[in-house]
């Protein structure tokens, strides 16, 4: 099993401490599936780490 997020926690361990399946960990590790705001919070809470999102206007071209 990876390295969740170099966190040095197993996946089992970052879903189990997060409240999700270790599947759905794999998915989003991996890059597919589709979260929502509350699974990140709580991933990011598993992982010691605090979740910001923010819109930002991109650069003029």
Known sequence: MS???NSGMTQNDVAERAGLR??????LESGGGTSTIGMLERLAHALELR??????????A
């Open 3 to 5: 390295d969740a997020w």
């Open 22 to 27: 270790q599947p759905d960990v794999s998915r």
């Open 51 to 60: 979740f910001v999102a923010r819109f930002e206007k991109p650069d003029a």
